[in-house]
C-alpha cells in the first residue's frame, strides 16, 4: 500500500519570503501525486497534481511542486508567499491502477506573519 | 453549481445515538468518498462508491455504513455513536479516473461531530 509522510507539522514564514514544504511517499509501483490546501472551515482544494510527463508541475496561486523519483519526493515550493496563503497543506499520493483513491499526508500548517 | 453539499454543519451526539451525515453532488460524478480528519492525522478514507449500488471499505469502515441509491446521494451513517467518532466529516466526489481522465476531487465544507 502507499503511504506520504509530510516532514514538517509547522511552517512559520514571513509575508514575501520563500516556502518549501516536503513530502515523501512510499510505494512499490508508480504513482499519481497531488498537493491539496485547506482553508480554515473549508473543504480541500486541489493546487497541483503530477500524473505523468515533465517532473515539474505548476499549479494554482504560484505554487509548484517537483517530482522525483528517486527520492520519492514530491516538494511544494512557493517563490513569494501572501498573508492569503495562511492554510494547511496536504500532499496526497494514489496507485497509477487504482487513482480514485488517495492516501493523504497528515498535513503541514503554513503561518503568513507580516 | 452547489458542487457538493454537507448537512448538518455541526452536530453534537450523546454516546449510543444514532444520525446520518447527508451528502449530496450536482456534478453527475461517478466516485464518491467519505474522510474524516482528525488533528495531526490527516485524512482517512472511511468508504468510496465508484457509482449508484457500488460502495466499498475505505482505510477506517469500523462503526459506519452507507448506501448510494443515487448518483447524487452518498448518506454516511452512525449506529451507535462512541466518542473515538469525534472527528470533522468530508464528503468528496470526483469526476474519472487515469491519466486522461484522472479528476481532482471535490470537498463539501464539512461536519464536525462531537460525540460525549
Known amino acids: 500500500a502507499q503511504s506520504v509522510t509530510q516532514l514538517d507539522s509547522q511552517v512559520p514564514v514571513f509575508e514575501e519570503a520563500p516556502v518549501e514544504l516536503r513530502c515523501n511517499y512510499s510505494?512499490?509501483?508508480?504513482?499519481?501525486l497531488f498537493w491539496y490546501v485547506q482553508y480554515p472551515n473549508q473543504g480541500l482544494q486541489l493546487l497541483l497534481k503530477?500524473?505523468?510527463?515533465?517532473?515539474l508541475v505548476k499549479g494554482i496561486n504560484g505554487f509548484e511542486a517537483e517530482f522525483n523519483k528517486s527520492q520519492t519526493s514530491f516538494h511544494l515550493r512557493k517563490p513569494s508567499v501572501h498573508i492569503s496563503d495562511t492554510a494547511e497543506y496536504f500532499c496526497a499520493v494514489s496507485l497509477r491502477s487504482n487513482d480514485y483513491k488517495l492516501s493523504f499526508g497528515a498535513g503541514t500548517t503554513v503561518t503568513v506573519r507580516a | 453549481n452547489a458542487g457538493v453539499t454537507q448537512t448538518p454543519k455541526f452536530r453534537i451526539l450523546k454516546i449510543g445515538q444514532s444520525m446520518t451525515l447527508q451528502c449530496a453532488q450536482d456534478?453527475?460524478?461517478?466516485?464518491m468518498y467519505w474522510y474524516r480528519q482528525d488533528p495531526g492525522m490527516g485524512l482517512k478514507l472511511i468508504y468510496y462508491?465508484?457509482?449508484?449500488?457500488?460502495?466499498d471499505k475505505g482505510e477506517v469502515p469500523n462503526g459506519y455504513n452507507v448506501s448510494r441509491s443515487t448518483t447524487e446521494d452518498f448518506p454516511l451513517r452512525l449506529e451507535l455513536a462512541a466518542p473515538s467518532q469525534t472527528s470533522v466529516y468530508f464528503c468528496?466526489?470526483?469526476?474519472?479516473?487515469?491519466?486522461?481522465?484522472?479528476?481532482?476531487?471535490?470537498f463539501g465544507n464539512g461536519t464536525r461531530l462531537t460525540v460525549t
Open positions: 462508491s465508484v457509482g449508484a449500488g457500488i460502495t
Open positions: 503530477y500524473l505523468s510527463g515533465s517532473t
Open positions: 456534478m453527475n460524478h461517478n466516485y
Open positions: 510505494s512499490s509501483v508508480s504513482v499519481y
Open positions: 468528496a466526489s470526483s469526476y474519472g479516473t487515469g491519466v486522461e481522465n484522472n479528476s481532482p476531487l471535490h
